[in-house]
């Protein structure tokens, strides 16, 4: 397993949608889902995310604390993931720190 299964969010639908809405939402995601790659790789800061997350209504804080609680649950119950030692890194080190100021 990837840590960016336990980072990643939702593509977001509505029965109200038309495809313009759709394609907006899917835009969203891509966005969304190459930030969290990026912070994960170390190429962005987590600050950056948390903007783009902002930015698009996702609350970074309740973000933040569902990934705290998957990557806790994944380490609790020893399942392995790949990229661990970066994971640990963004949950335990750098969002810590973004979230005190």
Same mark, same amino acid.
């Given at each position: 397993?990837?840590?960016?299964?336990?980072?990643?969010?939702?593509?977001?639908?509505? $029965?109200?949608?038309?495809?313009?809405?759709?394609?907006?939402? /899917? #835009?969203? !995601?891509?966005?969304? *889902?190459?930030? @969290?790659? %990026?912070?994960?790789?170390?190429?962005?800061?987590?600050?950056?995310?948390?903007?783009?997350?902002?930015?698009?209504?996702?609350? $970074?804080?309740?973000?933040?604390?569902?990934?705290?609680?998957? /990557? #806790?649950? !994944?380490?609790?119950? *020893?399942?392995? @993931?790949? %990229?661990?030692?970066?994971?640990?890194?963004?949950?335990?080190?750098?969002?810590?720190?973004?979230?005190?100021?």
């Amino acid at each position: 397993m990837l840590a960016i299964e336990g980072l990643s969010t939702v593509l977001r639908e509505s $029965p109200d949608f038309n495809s313009s809405d759709s394609q907006h939402e /899917i #835009n969203q !995601l891509i966005v969304r *889902q190459t930030a @969290i790659q %990026d912070c994960l790789t170390g190429e962005q800061h987590a600050d950056v995310l948390l903007d783009i997350l902002d930015s698009q209504g996702i609350n $970074p804080i309740e973000y933040v604390a569902c990934v705290e609680q998957n /990557i #806790n649950f !994944l380490l609790s119950n *020893q399942l392995p @993931i790949e %990229d661990a030692q970066e994971v640990v890194q963004m949950v335990y080190g750098e969002w810590d720190n973004l979230l005190l100021i």
